[in-house]
């Protein structure tokens, strides 16, 4: 086994590696249990600071 075999084999590993890590990424993104949090997440900004949901606060 030479260098250049090595070398193109760990590239493929790293295909291989990389598109393992797209897809869980992908799938714990997509899980329906966590729809709830980035709904909850997605609306910090138009929360006043009591934690609900309002209006403007101007102040």
Known sequence: MD??????L???AW???LVLLFSS???WAFRP?????FEDDAMIIFKNG???NGGQSHG
């Open 33 to 37: 249990s966590n729809k709830k949090r």
């Open 15 to 17: 295909v291989v590696w």
């Open 10 to 12: 760990a590239r493929q």
């Open 50 to 52: 009591n934690g609900e």
């Open 25 to 27: 990424i992908v799938f």
């Open 3 to 8: 260098l250049q075999t090595i070398s193109e």
